[in-house]
């Protein structure tokens, strides 16, 4: 029996080819490597040694087609131009510094074989230092197997998880507005997002098959300490799209959609507690952080979460660390949220 089309887009810049020689070597390693599988590279103009690294795998990739810009794109700019260069009536995002586990295609491609309703299939994902060692896996926090999209929609706007391993419905992704670059480093947790509103039925593999690297310094970890008001715009940006959808898709959806825009405030304010406790934050950036995310959250203003942040950048974090012991709450500082951002000064 034939599986269906799977396009594996990639795309890459300067000084990433060990990187994308693994994740190359991942594909190549596949436990599963159907005649309907392409993989597609976008070279956004780069200056090193890409280019002869992309032609070694010419022989050992199925249908593999590189193509190098003429001038920077950026990353909304890849993305859109490798979905339209795709021709699989499924499409996986790949960025060039991560890989997937040697059963992804197989379990992947057999489940869309299988039920021909499914537009998105996700896996969970194991974290990866910058030199690609093992950290932890993630369990995502949306129920295993079949689940329509809007449930799907609810858990990621809650749980925030990581959405890299999902393979999507090409057709379900053009539907839903390809690429808004508004949204910064939310692009593929908004394309998550505003495909699974518009999704028939989605499945969760309870298994590890994506392997994510934490890369040291990136653009996006580093803003996340250096500039919480820009990233506060994005997130905002991706919750007023997935609002507009939800009046013509989803109107009984609308008000938990707004409910986020608080939401969102009080789990940015916890990220920052956790930078502060870890010393990657002074009291005084802290409530410059504060500052910039209530500008563009002015939901939050009077929160109590707000106050209670306030006292942490004044009085220290220790007083509430005892208090969430003797009340029995979970200890944030122990989490994969602090796990994830602690390579970014290194």
């Known amino acids: 029996m034939s599986y269906p089309s799977l396009s594996i887009v990639i795309p890459t810049y300067n000084n990433r080819s060990s990187m994308l020689r693994q994740t190359l070597d991942s594909i190549a390693a596949q436990t599963l490597l ?52 795709a021709k699989g009536e499924f499409v996986f995002l790949l960025c060039d510094d991560d890989a997937i586990a040697p059963k992804f295609l197989e ?37 295993e197997g079949v689940s329509d999209g809007r449930t799907r929609l609810r858990h990621q706007l ?98 938990y959609i707004e409910s986020m825009y608080l939401w969102h405030t009080r789990a940015t304010l916890t990220y920052l507690e956790v930078e502060f406790a870890k010393g990657r934050l002074t009291g005084q950036a802290l409530r410059r952080s504060m500052r910039a995310v209530l500008q563009v959250f002015p939901e939050g203003r009077i929160d109590r979460m707000t106050l209670k942040m306030l006292l942490v950048s004044v009085f220290g974090h220790r007083w509430l660390s005892a208090l969430r012991r003797l009340t029995g709450r979970p200890n944030p500082y122990d989490s994969t949220l602090a796990l994830f951002n602690s390579f970014t000064d290194t």
Not at 166 to 177: E, F, K, P, W
């Open 107 to 143: 379990s992947y491609l057999t489940l869309l074989r299988d039920d021909p309703q499914l537009d998105m299939v996700f896996a969970d994902i194991e974290l990866r230092g910058p030199d690609f060692t093992p950290l932890s896996s993630v369990s995502l926090h949306s129920p």
């Open 158 to 255: 809650k749980a925030q998880h990581q959405v890299m391993s999902t393979v999507y419905r090409r057709s379900l992704l053009i539907d839903a507005g390809r690429w808004d670059a508004q949204v910064g480093s939310h692009l593929d947790c908004t394309a998550f997002c505003r495909a699974a509103l518009r999704a028939r039925n989605t499945y969760r593999i309870p298994e590890t098959l994506f392997q994510f690297r934490i890369s040291a310094g990136s653009w996006s970890h580093k803003l996340a300490t250096e500039d919480q008001g820009q990233l506060a715009r994005w997130y905002r940006r991706k919750l007023d799209l997935l609002t507009e959808d939800a009046r013509t898709l989803a109107p009984d959806l609308r008000d």
């Open 34 to 85: 159907p005649d309907g599988l392409e993989v597609v590279i976008s070279n956004d103009n780069s200056t090193d040694g890409t280019d002869a690294l992309v032609a070694e795998y010419q022989g050992r990739l199925p249908s593999l087609r590189s193509f190098r810009q003429p001038s920077r794109l950026g990353g909304p700019g890849n993305w859109d131009f490798l979905l339209n260069q």
